[in-house]
């Protein structure tokens, strides 16, 4: 009697194995092991696998936690199938390739969200490790460039392991693709096409918010393993080489599961993950800050036994360990500020040694006090005279911006003066005005001096004697306006009163109470998230929101149609292939009567028959058959043009979409900066400005790809896989990365065979 193994059940796989007879009549060996499990999955598809296994985690690998999925089983038992799946079809693809669309999906429709997707594939092979995806080819890697480090958080870190940035799901699935071609394989007894390693692709992202101005980045992993196959050594047959290669995968994987048991043991204190490269790099997904799934692959079939019973007992022991998952926030702003103060201090120092080295001695690099600028002014005000030729000491932007500052003032008292010269000339009759004038313009050219008095000859201003609004900025007393304006601002304030100063200083310092006015009427900052939702309820973030409420509408109609459509063009296609085969059958009849009747001919020939070959008719059938065809095809064409100009609108619904999603946030980047305090935000350490000026902004969200995926995805999945013909719009990516790999590897074939 065989043994049997029965799935029977949502959860449970029970294993019958009868007693060897031939070991006597007392004989303990157990006859009937249960197992319970999270789910069975038989006969179930690609897609089912991955809804069951792999859509939550991912999900949740987008909130920041970290997420392992991985296959265990035994040798030719499907592990590789059930993770990459098969390239031959769409619809077989694995849970990696699964797994990339969601992730790119997700990201695409969270557009207040800024992430950047890395993916990498590590091979361990033999206790070497690989990277697929490295510009320099496996074999020429040695296996030792690569190390597993921990930092002080016990996070694993693969020192030397290419990290490769990826903008969309077709470059990730081109590595995904590379590093398979680049894996070791070889023909077992159980599987022609046997995964000699261990196989972790993971996907690394980081987010940051677009609407909260924060330090704080979330960072987290997907692993996706594929554990090479256990097997028994004896029954496979494996010598040399396959021997080898079996003991290290055999070895491994009794160390993982050592480290399973000692996890699952609360008593143990040690965890012996440095045992094997495999156990240290799945520390944190056994037992540690990870969210793990692990799919057991087994042969249900009688000879088989062993290895299922040891399969599903490990699988048993792993249901046992408990991990503790958290989202992995970067966020510290003390450490950021000190940081920033540290940057600014050596700054500094580089721009110290830079000046020294260009001999330009010491440069300014705080800001001016009043003194300063006053030389400054002088300096100025001696050049304009033509007192000095040229301003040699300028070394640095914010000297020369300083000196055209002072200049304006210089010109704008002069403009000031002018005014009131010809008011006063006005007052007294008019007269004199062209002498007045030209005592202006001589004034805006020829300063005196030192500042004071007009020349002797020039009229009845005083001679020697300084008109009071020609001394030096900063004896300049306030204008009475300006002196008003701050007394009533302080009296508003009750702040001390200022000091009297001079005019421009009174000016700036107008300005900062100006501005302060402004600021005090803002409101105190709140969370961006909330105020985004606040934005959106007023009218001018409502309308944004309607509309792209409407477009959604639109888009989903639109989708609808075109699934419909799809599925006319689909049906009509296999109708005209039906009639074209029928015709086929009809021509290959004819051809066959054609080459009877040429042999009857022949046979005639020496007996004497009338030698015609009957002409080639279309008979009634096959007439319909042309005329059906006909109009089907006509049918095809209308329908595949509107296909074809629905799927050009479905588009542009999309784009208006993206482009109102834009201006949303544009708007409610203006309407946060004039509402809230973003000093106040700064003062707070919290949510400070990011800097991210409106342009980055939205330039940022125009890089992400929109695509509508929330209520209609499903949809998209079902409708869009056309049988026939066409091409499932979310299957592009695959199919386009598929080829790109599969084009370089020919051509690399090609160079290798001419060299
Ligand atoms: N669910 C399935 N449907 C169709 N074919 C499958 C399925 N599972 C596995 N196969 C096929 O069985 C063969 C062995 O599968 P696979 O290579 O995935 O096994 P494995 O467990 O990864 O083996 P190894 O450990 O030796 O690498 C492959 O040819 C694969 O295409």
């Known amino acids: 009697m065989y043994a049997q193994i029965y799935l029977n059940a949502i959860q449970t796989v029970t294993v019958q194995v009868p007693k060897n007879e031939s070991s006597g009549f007392v004989n303990n060996q157990q006859e009937q092991w249960r197992f319970k499990f999270d789910k069975i999955l038989h006969n179930s598809s ?286 510290d702003p003390q450490l950021l500020l000190k940081k920033y103060e540290k940057e600014i201090r050596d700054l500094k120092q580089e721009l110290a040694m830079h000046d020294t080295l260009a001999n330009k001695g010491r440069v300014q690099y705080d800001p001016y006090t009043a003194e300063q600028q006053y030389e400054i002014q002088k300096l100025a005000q001696q050049f304009m005279d033509g007192e000095v030729e040229d301003i040699e000491e300028l070394n640095s932007m914010r000297q020369v911006k300083e000196l055209f500052a002072q200049m304006k003032n210089i010109f704008r008292k002069l403009e000031h003066d002018a005014k009131n010269i010809e008011a006063r000339s006005e007052g007294l009759g008019g007269q004199r005005q062209p002498t007045q004038l030209q005592d202006i313009e001589r004034r805006k050219t020829m300063m005196n001096s030192d500042g004071v008095g007009d020349l002797d000859d020039i009229g009845e201003f005083g001679l020697g004697i300084a008109p009071r609004n020609l001394k030096p900025v900063n004896k300049i007393e306030l204008s009475k306006k300006k002196e008003e304006e701050i007394a009533r601002m302080q009296a508003d304030d009750d702040n001390p009163p200022l000091e009297t100063e001079p005019d421009d200083e009174a000016d700036s310092k107008l300005e900062m109470m100006r501005l302060k006015k402004q600021r005090e009427a803002k409101r105190k900052p709140i969370d961006r998230q909330q105020a985004f939702i606040e934005f959106k309820n007023l009218p001018d973030g409502r309308q944004f929101e309607d509309q792209i409420l409407n477009n959604r509408q639109e888009l989903k109609d639109k989708k609808v149609k075109v699934k419909v459509l799809t599925e006319q063009c689909n049906n009509t296609k296999k109708e005209i292939d039906t009639i074209k085969a029928k015709l086929d059958e009809k021509a290959e009849e004819k051809k066959k009567n054609l080459r009877e009747d040429i042999a009857g001919i022949d046979d005639d020939d020496g007996q004497g028959g009338n030698g015609e070959v009957q002409q080639e008719i279309i008979d009634e059938e096959e007439l319909s058959y042309l005329q059906k065809m006909k109009e089907m095809k006509k049918k095809y064409r209308e329908n595949y043009d509107l296909l074809k100009s629905l799927r050009g609108e479905v588009y542009y619904v999309q784009q208006s979409i993206d482009s109102l999603k834009q201006q949303l946030v544009s708007q409610f980047e203006d309407w946060y900066t004039l509402t809230f305090d973003d000093d106040e935000t700064l003062s707070q350490g919290g949510q400070q400005k990011s800097g991210r000026t409106l342009q980055q902004s939205t330039k940022l969200i125009q890089k992400q790809n929109f695509i509508e995926v929330g209520d209609d995805e499903q949809e998209r999945r079902e409708g869009g896989e056309d049988q026939e013909g066409g091409i499932d719009p979310d299957a592009l990516a695959f199919i386009k990365a598929k080829r790109k790999v599969d084009d370089l590897h020919k051509a690399k074939k090609q160079e290798k065979k001419i060299q």
């Not at 199938?81 to 997700?106: C, D, H, L, W």
């Not at 290290?248 to 012996?272: A, G, M, T, W």
């Open 46 to 331: 690609q897609e089912d696998v991955f809804d069951h296994c792999a859509r939550d985690i991912v999900k949740s690998v987008i909130e920041g936690f970290n997420g392992t999925v991985m296959v265990y089983g035994q040798t030719g038992a499907g592990k590789t199938f059930t993770m990459n799946g098969s390239t031959q079809n769409y619809k077989y693809r694995g849970v990696i390739p699964r797994a990339i669309t969601q992730v790119f999906q997700e990201i695409g429709s969270r557009f207040e969200q800024e992430f950047t997707v890395k993916v990498s594939y590590l091979e361990i092979y033999n206790e070497l490790m690989f990277d697929l995806i490295s510009p320099v080819p496996t074999h020429e890697q040695g296996g030792n460039q690569i190390s597993i480090q921990d930092d002080a958080k016990g996070e694993i870190h693969v020192k030397g392991l290419t990290l490769n940035v990826v903008k969309n799901e077709e470059e990730a699935l081109n590595f995904l693709f590379e590093g398979e071609t680049n894996r070791t394989v070889s023909a077992h007894q159980l599987n022609k096409e046997s995964s000699r390693s261990h196989c972790i692709y993971t996907i690394h992202l980081e987010s940051k918010s677009r609407l909260e101005s924060t330090e704080k980045v979330v960072f987290s992993r997907l692993h996706l393993v594929d554990l090479a196959g256990s097997e028994r050594t004896k029954k496979s047959g494996a010598q040399g080489i396959n021997l080898k290669e079996a003991t290290y995968i055999n070895k491994s994987l009794s160390f993982l599961e050592q480290v399973v048991v000692s996890v699952c043991d609360n008593k143990r204190e040690h965890i012996p993950y440095r045992q094997s490269k495999l156990t240290n790099f799945l520390k944190n997904s056994i037992g540690g800050n990870c969210q793990t799934i692990m799919i057991a692959n087994i042969y249900p079939e009688p000879d088989h036994v062993e290895e299922t019973i040891s399969t599903l007992k490990f699988a048993t022991r792993m249901m046992k360990v408990s991990n503790e998952p958290i989202v992995n926030v970067q966020q």
